[in-house]
C-alpha cells in the first residue's frame, strides 16, 4: 500500500513536518510505504516545509531586517527553478520579539530577496507572506525591487507604516526588468482587504503593537496609499480580498509586482505535482488542528479533497477535534474519515500537551485499519 500524508500544521503544537513524520511512522511500522508532503501555509517554516515536500536547494541571502538591521535570510530553489521567498525570514514578528513597532517596520528585505531571485533566473517566484511583523503595504518590498516613492517634494524614501500618508508619487520605472519579467505567485490564506474594520490594521495591528490610535494612524496610511495606486498604477486592490494579509503585503505585491494571490494549499499541491502522485496512491492522510466547517471551505483539507476524489483515492483526515456535524458534507467532497485524535472532554492545554502522543496513537489505529 502506498500512502500520501499531506498535513497541515496542529496550532500550536505540531509542526507540518512532525505531523507528517509521526504517520508516516505509523505506516511504514505496517508495512506501507508512504511519500511526505507537508504544507506549507506561508508562515514561518515554509521553505524549510517546502524542500522536504518538494525537494530543491536551500539558498542564503544577507538583506534588511525589520529594523533596517543586516541579518541572513533562506529561501528556496525548487526542483524546477521556481524561487520561494519567506516573508517571516526577513520581515518576520519571531524577529523583533518584544519590540514590536507596526508603524516602524519594512519589507525591504523581502524584497531584496524576491530580486536576488529574479537576478538568478527565477521565471517564477512563490513568496509566503505570514507572520509578519509590517504594516507597510509591501511598500519596502516594492522599494528594494526598484519602485520609487516619492512625498510631496519629489523626495525619494523608503515608506514604513507610519509614513505611508506622505507618498504622493509611486513610480514603477524603475522596477527591475527581471522582477517585472517574473512572475509573483502569493500564499495567502486570508481574505481580509487592505483597509477598514476588517482590514489589515484593524485585525493584524493589535498582534503587532499597535494600541488603538497607532491602528486608526495605520489604516488611513494604507487608505492613502490605496488612493494613490489606484492614481499612479491604475490598479484598485483596497477591496481585494487579501490585499490585508501581512499589513498590506498582499495588496503591495499585486500592485507593484503584478503578483497573483492564491491558496497556500493549492501552492504546494502545484509544486509537488500532486496529481502525478495520485495516480499511484492507495490513500491520502491528512490533517489539521481543528476538522470543522472552515475545513470544507477552501482550507487544506478541502483543497486536497477536492484533487484526490476525482481520482477515486480516498482522504481519511486526523485532527485535533472532530466537529460530526460536518462529517455528511465532507463524504460527499471525498473525504472518507474523520477521526479526532483527543479523547473526549479533554481541556484544550492538555490537548496541545499531549498532541504528539495522541498523534502517533490515532495514526497506529489508522494505518491498522487501512493496511
Do not use: W
Not at 505506516?27 to 515536500?53: C, K, S
Not at 536551500?58 to 533562506?74: E, I
Not at 530580486?115 to 533566473?121: C, F, S
Not at 506622505?166 to 513610480?171: L, R, S
Amino acid at each position: 500500500m502506498h500512502v500520501l500524508v499531506v498535513p497541515d500544521s496542529f496550532k500550536g503544537s505540531l509542526s507540518a513536518a512532525e505531523v507528517c513524520g509521526l504517520v508516516g511512522e505509523a505506516f511504514v511500522a505496517r508495512g506501507a510505504t508512504t511519500r511526505l508532503i507537508p504544507v506549507a501555509d506561508g508562515g514561518e517554516g515554509t521553505v524549510d516545509a517546502m524542500l522536504l515536500a518538494a525537494g530543491g536547494e536551500r539558498r542564503v541571502d544577507t538583506v534588511q531586517g525589520p529594523y533596517g538591521q543586516p541579518l541572513d535570510a533562506a529561501r528556496a530553489i525548487l526542483p524546477d527553478g521556481t524561487a520561494l521567498v519567506e516573508l517571516a525570514q526577513a520581515a518576520g514578528l519571531t524577529l523583533v520579539g518584544e519590540d514590536r513597532r507596526a508603524g516602524d517596520t519594512t519589507t525591504y528585505g523581502v524584497g531584496e530577496q524576491i530580486r536576488a531571485a529574479a537576478a538568478e533566473g527565477a521565471r517564477r517566484i512563490i513568496v509566503g507572506i505570514g507572520g509578519s511583523a509590517t504594516n507597510d503595504g509591501g511598500c519596502g518590498a516594492a522599494a528594494a525591487c526598484g519602485v520609487r516613492f516619492l512625498d510631496d517634494e519629489a523626495n525619494e524614501f523608503v515608506p514604513v507604516g507610519r509614513t505611508l500618508t506622505d507618498v504622493a508619487v509611486i513610480d514603477l520605472a524603475g522596477l527591475d526588468p527581471a522582477v517585472a519579467a517574473a512572475e509573483i505567485v502569493v500564499m495567502c490564506d486570508v481574505d481580509n482587504p487592505l483597509t477598514g474594520e476588517h482590514g489589515a490594521a484593524a485585525v493584524f495591528g493589535p498582534q503587532k503593537g499597535a494600541d488603538p490610535e497607532t491602528v486608526a494612524q495605520l489604516d488611513a496610511g494604507l487608505r492613502h496609499l490605496a488612493e494613490v495606486v489606484r492614481r499612479d498604477v491604475h490598479v484598485d486592490v483596497e477591496g481585494l480580498d487579501g490585499a490585508g494579509a501581512a499589513g498590506g503585503m498582499g495588496g503591495g505585491l499585486v500592485a507593484f509586482l503584478g503578483g497573483t494571490l492564491r491558496r497556500g494549499i493549492d501552492v504546494v499541491l502545484d509544486a509537488v505535482r500532486f496529481e502525478e502522485q495520485l495516480a499511484g496512491a492507495d490513500a491520502v492522510v491528512t490533517g489539521e488542528g481543528s476538522f470543522d466547517s472552515q475545513s470544507l471551505r477552501g482550507k487544506v483539507v478541502h483543497g486536497i479533497a477536492a484533487r484526490a476524489q476525482p481520482a477515486g483515492v480516498p482522504v481519511h483526515v486526523l485532527a485535533g477535534r472532530v466537529d460530526e456535524g460536518v462529517l455528511e458534507a465532507a463524504r460527499t467532497v471525498g473525504v472518507a474519515s474523520a477521526t479526532a485524535i483527543t479523547p473526549p472532554g479533554v481541556p484544550i492545554e492538555q490537548a496541545i500537551a499531549e498532541a504528539r502522543t495522541n498523534l502517533a496513537r490515532a495514526a497506529a489505529a489508522l494505518a491498522e485499519r487501512l493496511v
